[in-house]
């Protein structure tokens, strides 16, 4: 009986590879082979970079598809256990805070008893920035700001004497601090309401000049006229995303005067390699794709030495070194037959290299 069922088993494994074999089973372990290694060099990316919860899903798919990868297996082990002991970390932090929150409250509570209003709200309203639901904190914040009506009025005296002299930051910030003592209070939103109306006035020219220095390409000149607008009106939103573009432009133009800097040293690989980056964060940036066409037509005529490199470097077992020379001839030409091939096979064989290493 076990005998047959061994037979029946060994039948079904010949079927199986017949029709594997029948369908294509070069191209199916080539294909599983890539999925691997791609989500096992993914894995450690985001392993290096701390994301260990992405990282172990990446880690275990490589494993569903090679059981007998150590390294992946090791990693896998790795991320687990770092998991799970900040899940622990997390539930006494959780109890650690939860902890100093009864502190601070039973503080403040004591502090309310003795009428120190003032220094009770401020922890009230720190606690309710953590814990919303807390306890009775509404109600207790209530009291402390019924005890503390004088301290608004006269907070907010002091914000209308600074907007008359036209000290709009100082006077909006007064009268956002006075909120917290009534945060109903329709003098402290109209005021702030008319500081916003008044900024807006005097920042609205300064951001449609930068827009038009940004569409010059003077991203430089439109930066620092925004951080100047920014000065005045320091919580305007639309502000920072407008120097964050600022910022990414001057970023591809630096990129772009690199690439052109390599170019020049006659390093065309680079500078390819550099103009091609610039083109997809931004397309046709100052011509950049009439670039990439002329540095292709250079690089061009180092297709056979790059070619030719790469074999060398097969030969001497240097396989990381053929690889790199290999892609530059598929980065200049993808349909180079003869370079993929030796590139998979060189591979391959540096595949075999860290395993025997392993």
């Known amino acids: 009986m076990h005998q047959e069922k061994k037979n029946h088993t060994i039948i079904i494994i010949l079927l199986a590879a017949f029709l594997a074999s029948a369908c294509g089973c070069s191209s199916l372990f080539s294909y599983l082979k890539e999925k691997r290694d791609r989500n096992y060099q993914e894995g450690i990316s985001l392993y290096e970079n701390k994301e260990y919860g992405k990282a172990k899903k990446k880690f275990e798919t490589v494993v569903s598809i090679d059981p007998e990868y150590k390294k992946a297996r090791t990693y896998l082990n790795r991320t687990t256990a770092y998991l799970n002991r900040l899940e622990k970390r997390q539930k006494l932090e959780e109890q650690k805070k939860l902890r100093e929150i009864k502190r601070r409250y039973d503080a403040a509570v004591v502090m309310t008893k003795r009428s120190k209003y003032e220094e009770a709200l401020a922890i009230f309203l720190e606690i309710y920035k953590e814990e919303p639901y807390y306890e009775d904190i509404q109600d207790l914040m209530d009291i ?30 007064t009268a956002q ?31 449609s000049n930068a827009e038009k220095l940004y569409a010059r390409k003077n991203f430089e000149a439109a930066k ?39 170019y020049r040293k006659k390093d065309y690989y680079t500078a390819y390699l550099k103009m091609q980056s610039v083109n997809r964060q931004e397309p046709g940036y ?33 396989f990381q070194a053929a690889i790199g020379e290999w892609n530059k001839v598929l980065t200049i030409d993808p349909n180079h037959e003869k370079a993929r091939y030796y590139r998979e096979r060189a591979a391959a064989k540096l595949d075999m290299q860290k395993s025997l290493a392993q």
Request: proline share 3%; aromatic share 8%.
């Open 177 to 207: 601090n006075a909120r917290k003592y009534n945060p109903e209070g329709r003098e402290a939103e109209s005021l702030m309401n008319e500081i916003e109306r008044e900024l807006d006035k005097k920042i609205k020219p300064m951001k």
């Open 144 to 173: 402390c700001r019924e005890k503390l009506a004088w301290k608004y009025e006269k907070m907010m005296k002091k914000a209308e004497d600074l907007a008359r002299k036209k000290e709009h930051l100082a006077a909006y910030s």
């Open 224 to 262: 620092s006229v925004l951080k100047k607008a920014l000065a005045v009106k320091p919580w305007d939103d639309e502000i920072p995303a407008m120097i964050a573009r600022c910022d990414r432009m001057i970023g591809i133009n630096d990129q772009f005067n690199d690439a052109m800097n390599y």
């Open 286 to 318: 100052r011509n950049c794709e009439a670039h990439i066409e002329a540095l292709k037509n250079l690089l061009g005529r180092n297709i056979n030495t790059y070619y030719s490199s790469g074999l060398k470097h097969y030969e001497q077992n240097n």
